[in-house]
């Protein structure tokens, strides 16, 4: 060995060459020919490293402005919104208005509102904006597949016409035309589900190239969260270097030329992603690549943009001094708590009429107390009692130890099946958020016995304690019921991508998506 590494080939799935081959920098291997890199844009290989040249004809990134925008597209949340919601909201618009103006029963003139049809149109389309969103519309997996892209659009239109029905009659006590709602719901759907549906298979045929650079547990686990049932949306690959130095440090001795530029460039790769471990030198070979138009990140930081959670594998109290946690501060606590008051005593006014139902239902189908309390961990670690409707049998615990519910839990009664499920039994808690001991929008609280296991297995659950825990929350409507402690781990890296990105508008979104998750039965 002369102390000099030379790119080679190593088993992978994802390889551009379709060979199911990935790339590593590893010493005595196959020249970087092999990986498809186009002959013209690489000057030299020899056994003395890498030189690269860059044509000007090539362009940024060897890639087009199309490759760019897919990349964006599927990465990011808020590029799906700037993208699809001003289509959304001219397309709804214009759908509005044709389905008056096309209407042989309802004359243009006749308009539903004082304001006017444009004005109409222009909140018509809003509501189904917030319907939308709802029902996940502008989701990462919801783009990627048509079916679901077709019946979610669907349902945002009906609900959305549902709703203008509802607005028209109490504010005007007029009633729409069956001509114009059934006109509208036709253009609304299809005005929306059409674009989608081209997108899913531009997007499923094109599969981005990003380079991940590290020991290859990123680019595992980023290849498993990005799977679908069409394909991956990022062709990963692996820039596997060997690991050396101080504190696992990754260190990479190729000679001399800019390898990950040379490799970013030749294959078109959209990104390159570097490990935590990663040397500095790495950081400036990633660094050069930004010049070039190729976007790079972090491991950390692209988890989190990409797949919106944490990856509490590779994070450590370091993460949480980065993160500027702005749910912490006094004026946001106050503002949070401000909203929460309002929102918890709307609900419990207008759960009331539920309870006079469901009180009798439970004291009548099994014996046993009404409500049940129960220990949970508040914000800091704070013990206090949550109150709940009881769905399981007395003595459900008689052997006084903590057992997480199954999905076909035989100690959950019949009654208490429906409220589950409809979660129902968690009404309850707008007691708790009113006396201070929950927010409506957090983490849910867990019990001290299972804090206490989780905080075994990964020091950075009590992170999730820095904001009080709440009704429903970021990983309530991203992930199903916690049943195990893999899933409440799974759980735990929605809870803390919340813990760091907590906004009025994050609340927003997720007071808007409860209901839709709720419609799903989803625990």
Same mark, same amino acid.
């Given at each position: 060995?002369?102390?000099?590494?030379?790119?080679?080939?190593?088993?992978?799935?994802?390889?551009?060459?379709?060979?199911?081959?990935?790339?590593?920098?590893?010493?005595?291997?196959?020249?970087?020919?092999?990986?498809?890199?186009?002959?013209?844009?690489? +000057?030299?290989?020899?056994?003395?490293?890498?030189?690269?040249?860059?044509?000007?004809?090539?362009?940024?990134?060897?890639?087009?402005?199309?490759?760019?925008?897919?990349?964006?597209?599927?990465?990011?949340?808020?590029?799906?919104?700037?993208?699809?919601?001003?289509?959304?909201?001219?397309?709804?618009?214009?759908?509005?208005?044709?389905?008056?103006?096309?209407?042989?029963?309802?004359?243009?003139?006749?308009?539903?509102?004082?304001?006017?049809?444009?004005? +109409?149109?222009?909140?018509?389309?809003?509501?189904?904006?917030?319907?939308?969103?709802?029902?996940?519309?502008?989701?990462?997996?919801?783009?990627?597949?048509?079916?679901?892209?077709?019946?979610?659009?669907?349902?945002?239109?009906?609900?959305?016409?549902?709703?203008?029905?509802?607005?028209?009659?109490?504010?005007? #006590?007029?009633?729409?035309?069956?001509?114009?709602?059934?006109?509208?719901?036709?253009?609304?759907?299809?005005?929306?589900?059409?674009?989608?549906?081209?997108?899913?298979?531009?997007?499923?045929?094109?599969?981005?190239?990003?380079?991940?650079?590290?020991?290859?547990?990123?680019?595992?686990?980023?290849?498993?969260?990005?799977?679908?049932?069409?394909?991956?949306?990022?062709?990963?690959?692996?820039?596997?270097?060997?690991?050396?130095?101080?504190?696992?440090?990754?260190?990479?001795?190729?000679?001399?030329?800019?390898?990950?530029?040379?490799?970013?460039?030749?294959?078109?790769?959209?990104?390159?992603?570097?490990?935590?471990?990663?040397?500095?030198?790495?950081?400036?070979?990633?660094?050069?690549?930004?010049?070039?138009?190729?976007?790079?990140?972090?491991?950390?930081?692209?988890?989190?943009?990409?797949?919106?959670?944490?990856?509490?594998?590779?994070?450590?109290?370091?993460?949480?001094?980065?993160?500027?946690?702005?749910?912490?501060?006094? &004026?946001?606590?106050?503002?949070?708590?401000?909203?929460?008051?309002?929102?918890?005593?709307?609900?419990?006014?207008?759960?009331?009429?539920?309870?006079?139902?469901?009180?009798?239902?439970?004291?009548? /189908?099994?014996?046993?107390?009404? #409500?049940?309390?129960?220990?949970?961990?508040?914000?800091?670690?704070?013990? #206090?009692?949550?109150?709940?409707?009881?769905?399981?049998?007395?003595?459900?615990?008689? +052997?006084?130890?903590?057992?997480?519910?199954?999905?076909?839990?035989?100690?959950?009664?019949?009654?208490?099946?429906?409220?589950?499920?409809?979660?129902?039994?968690?009404?309850?808690?707008?007691?708790?958020?009113?006396?201070?001991?929950?927010?409506?929008?957090?983490?849910?609280?867990?019990?001290?016995?299972?804090?206490?296991? &989780?905080?075994?297995?990964?020091? /950075?659950?009590?992170?999730?304690?820095?904001?009080?825990?709440?009704?429903?929350?970021?990983?309530?409507?991203?992930?199903?019921?916690?049943?195990?402690?893999?899933?409440?781990?799974?759980?735990?890296?929605?809870? &803390?991508?919340?813990?760091?990105?907590?906004?009025?508008?994050?609340?927003?979104?997720?007071?808007?998506?409860?209901?839709?998750?709720?419609?799903?039965?989803?625990?």
């Amino acid at each position: 060995m002369n102390g000099r590494l030379e790119p080679t080939l190593t088993s992978w799935r994802g390889c551009p060459s379709g060979g199911g081959e990935g790339m590593s920098i590893g010493a005595g291997g196959t020249n970087v020919r092999e990986l498809g890199v186009e002959e013209p844009y690489l +000057d030299s290989f020899d056994s003395h490293g890498v030189t690269a040249t860059w044509p000007t004809q090539r362009g940024t990134n060897g890639g087009s402005v199309l490759s760019s925008g897919i990349y964006r597209l599927i990465s990011r949340y808020k590029w799906r919104c700037l993208i699809l919601m001003p289509w959304d909201l001219t397309m709804v618009a214009l759908c509005y208005v044709g389905s008056h103006l096309l209407s042989p029963r309802t004359p243009a003139v006749e308009l539903p509102f004082v304001g006017g049809l444009p004005w +109409d149109a222009v909140i018509f389309a809003t509501l189904f904006l917030i319907m939308a969103a709802g029902a996940g519309l502008y989701e990462r997996d919801t783009l990627l597949r048509p079916s679901q892209s077709v019946t979610k659009a669907a349902l945002a239109s009906v609900f959305a016409w549902v709703g203008w029905l509802a607005l028209d009659y109490l504010i005007n #006590f007029g009633l729409v035309g069956r001509w114009v709602l059934g006109l509208g719901l036709c253009f609304t759907a299809v005005a929306t589900a059409v674009p989608r549906v081209g997108m899913a298979f531009l997007i499923n045929g094109n599969p981005q190239p990003v380079l991940f650079v590290g020991d290859g547990e990123s680019a595992r686990m980023v290849e498993s969260e990005s799977a679908n049932p069409m394909g991956l949306w990022i062709k990963v690959i692996p820039v596997m270097v060997p690991s050396g130095g101080n504190g696992g440090e990754l260190r990479q001795e190729y000679g001399r030329g800019p390898v990950l530029k040379t490799l970013a460039h030749g294959i078109g790769a959209q990104g390159v992603v570097l490990d935590n471990a990663c040397s500095m030198r790495w950081v400036e070979e990633a660094a050069q690549c930004v010049e070039t138009g190729v976007s790079a990140l972090d491991f950390v930081t692209f988890y989190e943009k990409s797949f919106r959670k944490v990856p509490i594998e590779k994070i450590d109290l370091r993460w949480l001094i980065a993160a500027n946690v702005e749910a912490c501060h006094p &004026l946001n606590r106050a503002l949070k708590r401000f909203t929460d008051v309002i929102l918890a005593a709307v609900g419990l006014a207008m759960c009331l009429p539920l309870w006079l139902m469901i009180c009798p239902l439970i004291a009548a /189908t099994s014996k046993g107390p009404v #409500f049940y309390r129960q220990q949970r961990v508040g914000r800091g670690g704070e013990i #206090f009692r949550l109150i709940k409707f009881r769905t399981m049998k007395v003595g459900a615990e008689s +052997d006084g130890r903590a057992v997480y519910a199954g999905k076909k839990d035989d100690r959950v009664t019949a009654i208490g099946k429906i409220l589950r499920r409809t979660r129902l039994d968690e009404t309850p808690q707008f007691l708790n958020v009113l006396a201070g001991h929950m927010s409506f929008v957090g983490p849910r609280p867990e019990r001290p016995e299972f804090v206490k296991m &989780l905080e075994a297995q990964t020091p /950075t659950y009590g992170l999730r304690h820095l904001i009080k825990p709440g009704i429903t929350g970021w990983a309530q409507i991203k992930y199903s019921y916690a049943g195990t402690v893999q899933e409440s781990l799974e759980k735990l890296k929605y809870d &803390l991508y919340y813990v760091k990105n907590a906004t009025l508008l994050l609340d927003l979104y997720i007071l808007v998506r409860t209901p839709w998750v709720l419609m799903r039965g989803s625990r």
